[in-house]
């Protein structure tokens, strides 16, 4: 994943700053609380494409 885009994107639903989990190829809301794939090193930022995330999936995270 380019490291110059990780510094553009923002969640499509919050616009807030999005975690990028290389080894699950995701990148991770944790205000809306969804992960959003990575596809063959092209971000989908569709909402309904994004994969939902439990509370103690995003308190991993912190």
């Known amino acids: ?3 110059r885009l ?3 994107l923002v969640c499509p639903l ?3 700053p999005l975690d990028y989990l290389k080894d699950k190829q995701e990148l991770v809301c944790k205000a809306d ?6 596809r063959d090193g092209i ?5 309904e494409e994004a994969r939902a995330l439990a ?3 995003v308190d ?3």
Request: with cysteine.
């Open 1 to 3: 994943m380019d490291a």
């Open 6 to 8: 990780l510094e553009i």
């Open 14 to 16: 919050c616009k807030g």
């Open 33 to 38: 609380r969804l992960a959003f794939p990575i």
């Open 43 to 47: 971000p989908v930022m569709l909402e």
């Open 55 to 57: 509370a103690e999936d």
């Open 60 to 62: 991993a995270l912190r």
